[in-house]
């Protein structure tokens, strides 16, 4: 009251106050609306994006059977800062029945992986007697936690040929087009069906927005869910193939090297598709994929190698109907036509011998196939490339090859697997440059018979009898009928066109099939005859070679088979390989009749079982021999593959050395001119 | 008597009791939102800091209460002697005091752990009042305002004895209240000079602050040089202050660094500074470590308030969104940090509304201050406006990174007993002495 100054200064505290606030809510207009690095950071420490995998889809069989499933393990996971300091390890060793050295191992590694406050794997992929020991004591062992994972797995140990496996992505594919979207650590479809409907099986990755704590610790989710997606579920296949004829084909295939392919001529759907060896697809699931592969790979017997649809052979006699149809085709011969065969065929000039050598037995097209006459066959090759409508022999077999790759061979069937192989079929070019032009229809003659520059898959095989078989056309064989129970789905639009490839009468393909069922019920194929099917077939005996100690040698003939029944309305075309195993009619002959028995009677006759336990107990394999091809091949490789990087050094030198040199022209010519 | 408590109600400011109220229950908000997971079932759950805050927040009304049942010469009368026990109960703390985070600043009673150098505020603040009400003081002369000067920096000093710093720079406010008392104007100067010295010395290297020290002293010289010749006191203001900044940029700064100041004061220091200490204050040890090693994150707690506030945007994330809050990334935030909560949840509007209120209670506080009769509730309420600024304006400052981190509270806001009681008895007494203001205490 009395300090008269003071009056005045109350305005000075006041606008103290005033300035502070302003410069605070300067400071905090700046902070919070200008500077945006903040709610970057905000969301950087305390949002985490959680990729949820959705189960991949479920494979069914033609019948609905469970080929293919999630079965769902546990692993043991550890969360280092809640076990007590106390903890009594010995009691959870017991029931896991691991060594205490084991334990103290797995906590390191559990606690290090992604910190003591997080959960790290402890023990991967429990076993059944592990999960129950544990379930039941969870509550006593604090820190440790049982965890959902889902692994493929099989029911049947039947299928590995198709069916494929899965894993982590590699390097490489992250490169794909295909694989963009995928990220190091995911799983994939690395063969087989996996692969091919990789897109299809997987599903859609959910995506969860989650907060976590400053230990890095998960929380609420973000914004209560509100950006999230869900997971979808990968969708099913429902396949064509029968898992009970693939079993008996796997069996029937058994100690024999070789595949066996087999079709429903109406669909192109595969029925089965044995490679044998063949393995369980169990072995290549899980923990254990990486040890088993290898030592599935380190086999001399190629168990990984799908012979189906990888290995190629000469056709042999096989090809004689195919090349019957491509005559009748271009309209040279008709059924009737007839080649006055004497145990030879010399019109080029030299000596082809043929197995029959009484007159007539080449008399018509259908004793022709019915005896598999070797002169006919090559006549009627010459006839087809040498049509004078053609204008001569290189023109000719161009429109023969065209017809020959319109059946499917040459090229991948682009059956829905990865990794076919096409096969051997050689156009005009490739003989003009093998012979510098010189050469006319008798040089290759062969190839009418199914020798020389033509090799074929067995799924090619498949598909030609299928040609004839439907009178003309063919679906391109797949495994997939249905994706999530739509035939429809335009995933498989590619396996729903009709490729019609000929433009002969039925009433030829009667004839053709007469002839092939004549080879049945009183030809090489007698072993195949059943009394209430009318099966045609074809059997293929063919010689092959291979480099033993340095020396081309003659190997046992491969056994080829290839057959459809019934004769009317045919369900099934199959194509049968056992290598090295003698003729046609030997091994593949019998094997392909039981598996079409098999198909279309569910069940072998009595008179028939001893044929069955003959199969079933063949053993064909020269293990010695296959492991001396094995080891050449291999090593071949290795050579292959030392030159292959060889030469790649020598090209990166090569470049680096040239840019030195254009580097030091550069300065000297700069430094010449700067003088 | 009905009548008496009717009026006495009906005399108490409004406003004031309004904003009060506003700030506790926001408070007591923030405290929940930090705390608050989504996986509690049910509200005030026990063990929790927000039940117990609430506890605090009942206590303190209790004590409102008596307060304002409590005849307005009793303050006045007992303001001295309760000063004395405040001295001897900071004093006894320092021998007796539990050792919380390095500091000995707290007391514990039993169960009851509090902070006598928050409830001493109280204390010195009615002593001061009391004292520069007395008939025999004359604040215009020197004596009376060095007593005055030492009734505040008194319990500063026992209180640095305890290592809180950050708490006895509160003590400071006391001198805003003495400035409208008739503490003259070169203080406030030399107070706001010496800040800025403080800073560019910080900032500046020793030998460019110098030479411009330098520069300026012979600015004023050559400008003020006819005056200079003849004034005595001007001679002695230019060569003194010089003399003085010289000292302290070249010799005090330097040496408080090396041997006064703890190492995490120098580092919170230069942390709000943006800078790295130097490492001529770097004692020998850590020199030898690598450069990594020595650059530890030590502005952690501002950096992690810094990223929750400035995430908050303009509306904020919303109630309980807050995920820097939520997830306990910004430490102590339900104490000294709590300021970023609210900034994060409310955004920019949240946080202006909030230092409205501030200012405008403070506003209050001054006008109310005013209009008392007696020299002692106008002192009392000036002390409590000083106090209730220096905390705002520092705890504020510290969040978004204008000051160093000093670890004093938010009025009302923060959670503890001992500062939410504290300040609420400081707002009661002043209703009180308010609700009397027509009465002359003494």
Same mark, same amino acid.
């Given at each position: 009251m009395s300090f008269t100054p003071a009056n005045s200064r109350r305005f000075v505290l006041r606008a103290i106050f005033i300035a502070m606030g302003l410069v605070l809510l300067i400071r905090l207009l700046f902070l919070q609306l200008f500077e945006p690095k903040y709610k970057v950071m905000a969301a950087d420490i305390a949002i985490y994006r959680q990729v949820v995998y959705p189960p991949r889809g479920v494979i069914y069989d033609r019948k609905g059977r469970v080929v293919c499933y999630n079965e769902v393990v546990y692993d043991l996971q550890m969360t280092a800062s809640n076990v007590p300091r106390d903890f009594d390890s010995s009691a959870l060793c017991e029931i896991l029945g691991i060594d205490g050295k084991t334990y103290h191992q797995n906590y390191e590694k559990a606690k290090w992986s992604n910190g003591p406050m997080r959960p790290g794997t402890f023990l991967p992929q429990l076993s059944p007697a592990q999960t129950a020991r544990f379930g039941e004591n969870? =509550?006593? #062992?604090? &820190?440790f936690d049982m965890v959902e994972r889902n692994i493929r797995s099989f029911p049947e140990p039947h299928g590995g040929a198709f069916l494929g496996y899965i894993g982590e992505i590699s390097q490489r594919m992250l490169k794909q087009f295909r694989f963009l979207s995928y990220q190091p650590g995911d799983y994939v479809g690395l063969d087989g069906l996996e692969l091919a409907y990789e897109e299809v099986l997987r599903g859609r990755r959910g995506v969860y927005y989650r907060e976590k704590d400053k230990f890095n610790r998960p929380r609420d989710s973000y914004l209560k869910g509100a950006l999230d997606t869900p997971a979808v579920a990968g969708r099913s296949l429902q396949l064509y193939v029968d898992m009970a004829l693939q079993k008996y084909g796997e069996e029937l295939m058994q100690n024999k090297l070789g595949s066996v392919v087999a079709i429903d001529p109406e669909t192109g759907g595969i029925l089965a598709m044995v490679s044998s060896p063949s393995y369980d697809?169990?072995?290549?699931? &899980?923990?254990?994929r990486s040890a088993n592969f290898a030592a599935l790979y380190k086999l001399? %017997?190629?168990?990984? #190698?799908?012979?189906?649809?990888k290995a190629f052979y000469n056709p042999g006699s096989t090809q004689k109907p195919m090349t019957a149809l491509i005559a009748l085709n271009d309209g040279v011969i008709t059924p009737a036509y007839g080649y006055p065969c004497r145990g030879g065929y010399t019109l080029c000039g030299r000596f082809i011998a043929c197995t029959h050598s009484n007159p007539g037995h080449a008399a018509n097209l259908r004793l022709a196939l019915a005896n598999s006459c070797n002169s006919y066959f090559c006549h009627i090759y010459r006839l087809s490339v040498d049509a004078p409508k053609f204008g001569g022999v290189k023109k000719g077999l161009h429109k023969w090859y065209e017809q020959m790759y319109s059946f499917g061979f040459g090229h991948p069937t682009g059956v829905d697997l990865p990794y076919e192989i096409g096969g051997t079929l050689f156009d005009t070019l490739q003989y003009n440059e093998m012979y510098h032009g010189a050469w006319?229809?008798? %040089?290759?003659? =062969?190839i009418g018979m199914g020798q020389g520059e033509l090799a074929v898959t067995p799924l090619q095989m498949a598909n030609g009898m299928c040609i004839i078989a439907n009178h003309g056309y063919y679906y391109t064989p797949h495994l997939v009928r249905a994706i999530a129970n739509n035939p429809k789905d335009p995933v498989l639009a590619p396996y729903l066109v009709k490729h019609r490839v000929s433009n002969i009468p039925d009433t030829a393909f009667k004839i053709v099939g007469l002839g092939m069922m004549d080879v049945v019920n009183h030809g090489t194929a007698t072993v195949a005859r059943m009394k209430d099917i009318e099966v045609c077939a074809k059997t293929g005996t063919v010689e092959n070679y291979a480099m033993l100690n340095g020396k081309r040698t003659k190997l046992q003939n491969h056994s080829v088979f290839v057959a459809f029944a019934p004769r009317v309305h045919p369900k099934i075309a199959i194509a049968v390989t056992v290598e090295n195993a003698g003729y046609g009619a030997t091994w593949a002959g019998p094997i392909a009749s039981l598996m079409i028995e098999k198909y279309l009677k569910d069940s072998i006759s009595a008179e028939r079982k001893p044929l069955e336990q003959r199969m079933l107990n063949g053993k064909v394999i020269n293990y010695h021999q296959v492991a001396i091809i094995d080891s050449t091949q291999r090593a071949k490789y290795e050579l292959y593959r030392q030159r292959k990087d060889w030469l790649r050094q020598q090209r990166d030198s090569l470049r680096r050395a040239q840019d030195s040199a254009s580097f030091f022209w550069y300065v000297n010519h700069y430094l010449m001119k700067k003088k | 008597m009905s009548t008496g408590i009717r009026s006495l109600f009906a005399r108490i400011d409004a406003l004031t009791l309004l904003l009060y109220f506003i700030l506790v229950l926001v408070g007591l908000m923030a405290v929940f939102s930090v705390e608050y997971r989504s996986t509690d079932v049910g509200l005030f759950l026990p063990g929790k800091n927000y039940t117990n805050q609430a506890i605090f927040l009942g206590i303190s009304l209790f004590a409102g209460l008596i307060i304002l049942f409590t005849d307005s010469k009793a303050f006045a009368s007992m303001a001295f002697l309760s000063y004395l026990f405040g001295i001897v109960l900071l004093v006894v703390t320092i021998f007796l005091g539990k050792n919380v985070k390095g500091s000995h600043s707290w007391l514990s009673l039993g169960p009851v752990a509090f902070q006598p150098g928050e409830v001493c505020k109280i204390f010195t603040s009615l002593a001061l009042a009391k004292f520069l009400s007395l008939?025999?003081?004359?604040?215009?002369k020197l004596k009376d305002r060095l007593i005055g000067a030492a009734f505040a920096l008194l319990p500063a000093i026992i209180i640095v004895l305890q290592s809180e710093t950050g708490l006895a720079?509160?003590?400071?406010?006391f001198f805003l209240a003495m400035y409208r008392e008739g503490l003259p104007n070169g203080i406030l100067i030399c107070g706001f000079s010496f800040i800025a010295l403080a800073i560019a010395s910080l900032l500046l290297s020793q030998l460019i602050l110098f030479i411009i020290l330098t520069a300026l002293a012979a600015l004023f010289t050559a400008l003020l040089w006819k005056r200079f010749l003849h004034s005595g006191p001007l001679r002695l203001l230019i060569i003194g202050s010089y003399a003085v900044a010289i000292l302290f940029s070249q010799l005090v700064v330097p040496f408080a660094f090396r041997h006064v100041l703890h190492r995490y004061q120098t580092e919170r220091i230069y942390a709000m500074l943006g800078q790295d200490v130097p490492e001529a204050y770097l004692p020998e040890s850590e020199l030898a470590e690598d450069e990594p090693t020595r650059k530890k994150d030590n502005n952690y707690n501002v950096t992690q308030s810094k990223i929750a506030i400035g995430s908050g945007g303009l509306w904020g994330k919303g109630i309980l969104n807050g995920t820097s809050t939520k997830n306990g990334f910004v430490p102590e935030q339900h104490t000294d940090f709590i300021f970023s909560s609210i900034a994060e949840q409310f955004g920019f509007v949240g946080s202006a509304l909030l230092i409205l209120i501030y200012v405008l209670l403070m506003l209050r506080i001054s006008f109310l201050a005013e209009r008392q009769r007696s020299t002692f509730s106008r002192v009392y309420a000036y002390c409590v406006a000083s106090i209730l600024f220096v905390h705002f304006a520092i705890n504020i400052s510290m969040t978004i990174g204008l000051a160093p981190v000093i670890g004093i509270t938010l009025p009302f806001l923060s959670y503890g007993g001992s500062s939410l009681l504290s300040f609420s008895i400081l707002i009661f007494i002043l209703l009180r002495l308010d609700a009397d203001r027509a009465v002359l205490i003494r």
């Open positions: 969870r =509550y006593s #062992f604090p &820190g697809p169990n072995l290549l699931r &899980g923990a254990d001399h %017997t190629k168990p990984l #190698f799908n012979r189906a649809m006319n229809s008798c %040089t290759n003659v =062969y | 008939n025999e003081t004359d604040f215009s720079l509160v003590y400071v406010a």
